[in-house]
Structures are given as C-alpha cells and as structure tokens.
C-alpha cells in the first residue's frame, strides 16, 4: 500500500510544556485514518504542524510526496483542512465564503463554478448555499466548512474533532457526509476524534496519549490487543455457582447477582459454560470495545495540556 | 490579493454598524462645529464678510484630512479580529502567499479610507452649501481628488503601522477610540492653530496627518480666503493663513504644497515598510 503521509520523530513544544514528542506513524492513501485521544493528547498540536501552520521543533514529515517545511506551497494545494472552530465569514453566503477561498488555490473562472459546485453538493450544502454562513445552525456550518476544505478536490482533508459539539442527529449526519465522501472518491481522510464509534469506523487508528503514540494498528487489531472480551453470567443460585468458580480458579467479580469474567479468548466462553452446565439462568459474552483500548492505553494520563488548540 | 481585498470588503461593508461607527466621526465633528465651535470662530472675526462659508469650508478641509485615518482604522480591524478569531489559519493554510493577504488588508483598508474621504467631502460641500457657502470650483476639486489618494495612502499606513502590533480586538478598539478622539487635536481641526500654546503648535506641525489638512485647507480655502479677504493687507491674509493652520511655518521655513507632498509620501514609505515587516513576521 503507498504512503501518502509519513511522520517520523515529530516534536513540538510550548515553553515547557512538550505537546507532542516524537511521534512516528504512516498514513496510507485513500483511507480513513483517525488520531485518537484524549483532550491535550496533541492531536491539534500534529494537525497544526502537518498543515503547515505551525514549524515541528524537530522530526520530518512527508505529504504526498511533499516535504514539510520545504515544499509547503504543495503540501497546501494537497491537503484541505476543516479546523475545529468555524474559519468561514459569517456576514457572507456560504458560495461567498466558498469562491473566496477557492479563488486562493488559482482556478480559472469557469473552473471556479464547477469547483463551487462540486464542493456544495459533496458536502451537501446546496440548501443554504446563498444564506449568510452566520445564520446557519451548527450542523450546516459544520457541512459548509468541508464544502470549504473540498473546493480544490485536495488529495488529504484533515478534519480536527468534525463533529465536536453537535447533538447527535447532526453528529451523526456530518459523520455519515465524512465517511460517504471518503468512500465515493477514495479521498484520503486524517480525522482526529475523542468519540469511541468514530475511531471505530476508521481503517487504521493511532492512539495518541500525552504526545507520544500509545498504539497504533487498525480498530479491530487494538481491540484484540489492548481490551478483553467479558463472559457475564447469571446464575441460577449464587452461592452454588461462587463455589464452581472458586473450584477452577476462575477470577470475577460480581455486580447485583450478575458475574463478569474476563475472558483470553472469546471461545474460553464456551468450556467454562458447558461445565457450567445448567448452574446458569442467562449469560452474554461481550467483545472488547474501542472504549477498553482508550480507557486501558489512557488510563491516568487524562491531563489536559495546553496548547492544544 | 485582489480577491482577498474583495472578502475584506464584503466583510467590512455587510457590517453595517461599522461602516456607520467609522463615519460617525465625521458626523460628529460637523454636528459640534454646526452646534457649539463655529458661533466661536466666526465671532473672532466680525469684520470678514462671508466668515461663515469660510469657516465652513475650514472645518471640511480638516475633516476630510482625518476621515482616512478613523476609517482605516474600523477597516483594518478586520485584520486584527481575523488574527484573534483565529480565521487566518484558514488562509495560511492554503496556497496563497503571505504577501497578497497582507496587502489584501492593506488595499482595502485603503479602498475604505478613500471612499469614506469622499463621503466626507459630499457631505461637507453639502453642508457648507446649506449654510450659505459656495461649493469647490472644478479646479480646486480636480485638485482637492487628486490630494485625497495621496492623503489617504499616508493615513492608511500610519494606522497599517499602528495596527500591526495588535493582537487583542479589545485592546485594538480601545487604542482606536483613543485615537479618533486624539487625532482631531493633533491635527488643529477642532481648535485653530493659533489658539494653541506654542509647544503644542509644533506638535500639530509635525504630526503627518496635519500636512494632508494643511494641504487641504490651502486647495479648499483658495478661493474662499480670496472672497472674504478682498482688499486687505497682505499680511492680514498671511496672519489668517498662519494662525488657521493653512501655512506652516517652521522658524524661517514655510512650507508650500509641495513640502506636504513630499512629507506625505515620505511618511507612507517610512510606516509602510516596518508595518509590513511586522505583520509579516508573525506566524499564526
């Protein structure tokens, strides 16, 4: 598979503070890849330095073939970004905003419509297009800043929390206009996100915690590394079934008459159940969640940086 | 860059309450002058016939002169707020370089300023009209049209100098408010020249703005002066010229038009270079 982006020993630091502290990982073209962490993670401080808008302290970066700090003018004409806080003008129209931007990437006047065009209707703002970008809610300001990053049909789009701060429904269609988008054109995304299902959704994610990489791998690898999957049961008769347990050297813990163990493998679930036998009234195996991999990789490291917008 | 001046534009002239704010300081001088300092000034000189409209036109000659400087300062706020809002990040990281989105700030900070100049000017010639004055003849006009880009371009770099160190809206709107109301004195548009004590008086010499008012007054108040000073004395002309803040006089020296040409195009490059350096310099 090609690498559009590589990152090798990335630093950053403000005053004191090291946000981000060689960090190392690929991305590779046309999928969707997300940077997950907690708030302070250094996430934004990477997204800053990968599009160009901050210098790394050390370390280097190739973008589509482009070297960071060198060949920045490409970088930029390859990447389109939608930040975490609005970047549009919020007294003129979203096409407004739209051909002012798209007029920075130098296209003729004809390309410019199409391009406008293009953009609005991938992103879906084709609605709202001539109502003043200040007056919209925050769903469509959300759709008209993707318009914005796609004008130039950019190879990468990063996105910085896309769907931070939207209620659910208008999470949930932002998210899907993301994932649609990506899947249509093979366009290469670079999310960062704190939600679980989103990470989740992605081909490859990397776990950034206190400005180092904490794992890396696709969704399902860092589900069977980093958590495990539970058998909860409930039994029949409580103390008959401590017994069992005991007898075979199963550890657990029990919750309101409901005993959840932890489990290497989920078809462990299967022996200890036959043997269980009819000892149990219901059980439930669970797999391991997204939530376990950033609970158990982030555990204690939830300080909040600054420097992280 | 072009482009770019377009979107500060828009974004400038879709703000109604700041197009309205940035020519409120030409409304209320006019209003103070109409209401309150010209009984003052016309009753220092009875025996001058038709002191009114040349009192008049005085006041707009001094207007017009600072109107680029309150304007340019409302329109280069865009710059600051894009910087504190965070929007430049957006430019930055596209393929544009540096130089066109400062000069796009630039021209069209400058575009307002010469605009809002000219609406000054209507509305001073119409008020001087109501009062009884004559309007500019068409040379002084075609002169006073020619002076205005010129007077406006130094006034629109000083505050580019000025506003390139701010960071802050607050702290920028503060220092603006402080300046609009500094700069009618620092010029002698609310008060003569001749009323002023000494000291003060070179103040208001070697501000660079009172240059493009001196040049103003001098074009504006041509014929005017001529009108009302038929058949006196030469020396009362020159008095009246002195004491109004028509002519400088530096000791020996008094400067004529082209003198305040050159200081005003001097001072554009003098800010315009080191403003530009500054703004350039700062990363996001």
């Known amino acids: ?309 | 860059m072009l482009n770019f001046t377009q979107r500060n534009l828009k974004v400038f002239f879709r703000q109604k309450s700041a197009v309205f704010f940035s020519l409120l300081g030409v409304i209320l001088v006019i209003g103070l002058y109409v209401l309150f300092l010209g009984d003052v000034w016309i009753r220092n000189f009875p025996e001058i016939q038709g002191a009114k409209g040349l009192m008049g036109t005085w006041v707009i000659a001094g207007i017009v002169s600072i109107t680029p400087v309150t304007t340019a300062m409302g329109a280069f706020e865009a710059m600051v707020q894009d910087r504190s809002r965070k929007l430049n990040r957006d430019f930055l990281a596209s393929p544009v370089q540096r130089w066109k989105l400062v000069g796009g700030y630039v021209f069209s900070a400058y575009l307002v300023a010469l605009l809002m100049s000219l609406v000054a000017l209507a509305l001073g010639e119409l008020y001087i009209l109501s009062c009884g004055g004559k309007v500019l003849a068409s040379g002084a006009l075609g002169k006073t049209l020619l002076i205005l880009p010129l007077s406006t371009l130094a006034s629109s770099t000083m505050v580019f100098f000025f506003v390139s160190f701010f960071q802050s809206p607050a702290a920028f709107s503060t220092a603006s408010t402080v300046i609009g109301t500094l700069i009618g004195f620092l010029t002698g548009i609310y008060l003569p020249l001749g009323s002023l004590p000494e000291a003060v008086r070179w103040v208001v010499k070697l501000f660079p703005v009172s240059h493009a008012g001196a040049l103003l007054r001098q074009v504006m108040l041509e014929a005017p002066t001529a009108e009302c000073f038929a058949g006196a004395p030469e020396a009362a002309v020159r008095d009246f010229q002195e004491s109004m803040g028509v002519l400088y006089r530096y000791g020996d020296f008094t400067a004529g038009p082209f003198t305040h040409v050159l200081v005003l195009l001097g001072v554009s490059i003098l800010f315009f270079l080191p403003a530009w350096w500054n703004v350039s310099r700062k990363k996001s």
């Open chain 1, 1 to 309: 598979m090609e690498k559009i982006i590589e990152v090798h020993g990335l630093q950053k630091s403000f005053g004191k503070v090291q946000a981000v502290c060689g960090i190392e990982f690929c991305v590779e073209r046309g999928k969707l890849f997300a940077f997950l962490g907690p708030n302070g993670a250094g996430k934004s401080t990477t997204i800053d330095m990968l599009c160009t808008l901050s210098r790394p302290d050390g370390g280097s970066a190739l973008i589509d073939g482009y070297e960071l700090g060198k060949e920045d003018g490409q970088i930029r004409k390859s990447i389109g970004v939608v930040f975490q806080d609005s970047m549009l003008d919020p007294l003129l129209t979203v096409r407004e905003n739209l051909m002012t931007r798209a007029r920075f990437y130098g296209m003729g006047r004809r390309e410019l419509r199409a391009a406008v065009r293009t953009a609005a209707g991938t992103a879906d703002v084709l609605e709202f297009l001539d109502r003043p970008y200040g007056k919209l809610s925050g769903g469509q300001r959300r759709r008209a800043d993707i318009a914005r990053a796609l004008v130039h049909t950019p190879k990468i789009l990063f996105l910085d929390e896309p769907t931070t701060g939207l209620d659910p429904r208008t999470k949930e269609g932002v998210w899907r206009t993301i994932t649609e988008l990506q899947r249509r054109t093979g366009m290469t995304v670079f999310l960062t996100t704190h939600y679980m299902e989103e990470a989740a959704a992605a081909d490859h994610i990397v776990l950034l915690a206190g400005g180092k990489v904490a794992a890396m791998g696709t969704p399902y690898d860092l589900q069977e590394r980093y958590s495990s999957d539970r058998l909860c049961v409930k039994p029949k008769k409580k103390d008959e079934f401590v017994e069992f347990l005991i007898e075979r050297g199963v550890p657990f813990t029990e919750k309101a008459g409901v005993f959840t163990m932890k489990l290497r493998h989920t078809v462990d679930a299967l022996p200890l159940l036959q043997q269980a036998g009819d000892r149990v009234e219901s059980f439930e195996v669970l797999h391991g969640s997204m939530e376990d991999v950033f609970l158990n990789l982030t555990g204690g490291t939830f300080q909040e940086v600054d420097g992280d917008a």
